[in-house]
């Protein structure tokens, strides 16, 4: 059986600056890889001390996985340690180095030298590419135990791990029981409710096992399985997906890492429709998101960020009636908004925000209040009101995840009308 | 001179369910308080590897704070392998259990035995009330060492330590050095780069210390001193600044949690103007990031994204031949929405974002290509172009951050005309 340990070098991680992320991150996977995790570590930049972790974890685990002291300067140390207690030479891969220096031909800045010294790996490792950094990641394998450096930066160091990391570990021949598992996103019903429908289920499955996940405003649940035969396995999750869709299969909108709004995209695009937003209080945030991956611009041409009542009736020609009696919190704002975002950017389908996000209430209206319309040509305009708790950023993320729900809602009824 | 290991108990941690925020908060307050942090710790709910991390914590530090553990379930055997390990007795806290039966009373439900081992506490230490829960905290000196034992949920965890830990390990003598740290912002040059600057500087300090940080596009220097007065310390922070500034200077925005936003917010508010953008590439990131924090409607109103040719035509009146000739991704481009936008909304100084974010390149153009215009009143409009490396993700959050600070430095400049 395999046991980690996970050492994060850093000293911003002892002075509290940041917060070990990471630990949590790779402990998650290597929870999915079926490694067991007896002990995290935080060490500091300091080669003595890192040296002794070393030698303590050797003690307890048989995998040991790094994270952070990869970079280009004097204080990152991790690989240069390593290497002189397992006896191994520093040498300079070739592909590394090539994509830090296409890097800064690209970005047209000089290359000071010791950026050379992120290409340096151990030798006879296994290098994990960094598709989204310089410093290359690595593993492996002496005197029985297996080592992986991982860089710190979790932007780098998750998509790595992910990609290159989890396979690595995988592969080895010691984890012969795969690990198959699901993930069921759920939208519209609330994490204590989704547990109180299916907690039968939850408590008579060992293999697979079924896990509540709350966050984001969303719910999941992860379907876990175990078996040597990964088909097995897979059928196995589709007899306990079968059994809790039959509860609760209206609230489920997709799987694994899909999110409300890649399906809004997805039947957006086999529709051939366009879409355009109104946001007031979610800022552009709806905007940002639905362009967050490429290609969005099949489907999104552009839309109004409406702040302010001027903006609302100057751009978007928000009745002055209804900002004064109604006001801009309101069932009658959010579907001119709508409406009129529509006509404006000659979209398909017109949705917006407006609300009250906090941390102050607005024209008498407490913080949440949240009006989201949905103009969709050829139908009537649909406005819905909801009361949001939370921060303001949470208030800000649930509202843009509801105004998704509300617009594939909306285009799934008009398919079937 | 006291030396801290941090050990965080709990299976969950390992599991990588939460993550270890009570390592982060501990550690800022032991530098607030002088003392050295050279490790953290997590280990799960098994005594016989608590047993061996309280060894090997031994063997490095001479004050131990454990968090987690104090509960009333089997699971929780902090204090046990505590007391064992020093040959310690456990004894009812009268105090503490008659808080936690009138936490009961309070909350009209029935105290089932296993509560009373909360108000457990080793023989000879001193209390530390649990003013948010049940489970009293307590130190103790044995062995030349201080042992700290605090409960693992943070909402209990950080009022406890503030209010009754803190001044517990304050009152020892031994605390006498304080430990005083500054971060200044750079943002225009990178990790390398600003190394390679000041690179004698790092090499020649050991108090302050000079360390370097990279993340999201920016880099950090976190400047440390330690003195008994920490007037002096702080003096001596002042004079690495100087120092830092008269080689570097032209690229530090702020100091500690700052960012360039809030720095730009903060001028528009001083100077009472108004902003607004047209994003094409951001696709709404920079209104999004505007609007994030509370109190921005006073400096944006809103603003357009333009993600497509046919709104930067008809919603923001880029010519016609602009787009045919110079392309979207063109300096006149970026010149023309910067300036519509400040007119159409009526806005002090218009920013525009137009670009190339990826996947794929643009009118011929390759991914990284950005233009930013800044149109400030009274000011000719400018624009600059860049390069930028990295995924679509850090493309974007890069470019919003350029447009800050050229939008900044436009700011400056004119109060400086």
């Known amino acids: 059986m395999k046991n980690a340990e996970i050492i994060a070098v850093g000293s911003e991680l002892l002075l509290g600056q940041i917060v070990n992320t990471n630990a949590r991150f790779i402990s998650q996977q290597l929870a999915e890889l079926g490694i067991n995790v007896y002990f995290h570590t935080v060490v500091g930049d300091n080669p003595d001390r890192l040296l002794s972790a070393i030698k303590t974890a050797e003690t307890r685990a048989n995998v040991i996985i790094f994270t952070g002291g990869l970079g280009p300067t004097k204080d990152d ?32 800045r000089v290359m000071t030298e010791n950026n050379r010294k992120q290409a340096w790996v151990l030798e006879g490792s296994q290098i994990l590419p960094n598709d989204h950094g310089m ?9 029985g135990n297996t080592y992986m450096l991982l860089p710190g930066p979790p932007k780098e160091m998750e998509p790595m791990f992910r990609q290159y990391g989890y396979p690595a570990l995988a592969s080895k021949d010691a984890f012969q029981e795969k690990i198959v598992s699901r993930v069921l996103r759920f939208f519209g019903i609330g994490e204590a409710a989704l547990e109180t429908e ?25 379907l876990t399985a175990k078996h040597v035969d990964e088909g097995i396995a897979q059928s196995m999750l589709d007899e306990v ?6 509860r609760v299969g209206q609230f489920i909108y997709g ?35 639905m362009t967050s991956i490429g290609g969005a611009s099949s ?17 978007l020609q ?27 950017l000659g979209a ?52 843009v995840k509801y105004g998704c729900y509300y617009a594939l809602r909306n285009l799934k009824e008009s398919q079937n009308a």
Chains 1, 2 share one sequence.
């Not at 096992?209 to 992860?222: C, H, M, S």
């Not at 997906?241 to 039959?246: G, L, N, P």
């Not at 040509?377 to 208030?395: D, F, M, W």
């Open 299 to 315: 489907v999104f041409k552009g839309g109004i960020v409406c702040y302010s009542n001027e903006v609302k009736h100057n751009v």
């Open 135 to 143: 410093a290359p990641g690595m593993v492996l394998e002496s005197n």
């Open 198 to 222: 299916i907690i039968d289920l939850i408590d008579a499955q060992s293999n697979p096992t079924i896990a509540p996940l709350a966050g984001d405003g969303e719910v999941t649940l992860r």
């Open 77 to 108: 140390l991790t690989k240069e340690t390593i290497a002189r207690h397992l006896g191994k030479n520093l040498v300079t891969d070739q592909k590394a180095l090539e994509s830090i220096e296409q890097y800064f031909a690209r970005t047209n």
């Open 241 to 246: 997906e079968k059994a809790i869709s039959q």
């Open 348 to 399: 398909d389908i017109g949705v917006s925000f407006t609300g009250v996000a906090g941390p102050n209430e607005l024209e008498g209206k407490p913080v949440g209040t949240v009006y989201i319309g949905v103009a969709l040509k050829g139908r009537p305009t649909v406005v819905e009101k909801l009361t949001l708790g939370g921060t303001r950023e949470a208030i800000r993320n649930r509202a």
């Open 255 to 289: 799987y694994d890492n899909t999110s409300l709004l890649s399906e809004l995209t997805k039947v957006l695009k086999e529709r051939k429709l366009t879409i355009t937003a109104a946001e007031s209080l979610t800022g552009g945030l709806f905007q940002k998101e």
């Open 318 to 344: 928000v009745k002055q009636e209804t900002l004064e009696k109604d006001g801009a919190v309101s069932e009658q704002c959010a579907l001119e908004l709508a409406e009129n975002a529509a006509a404006l």
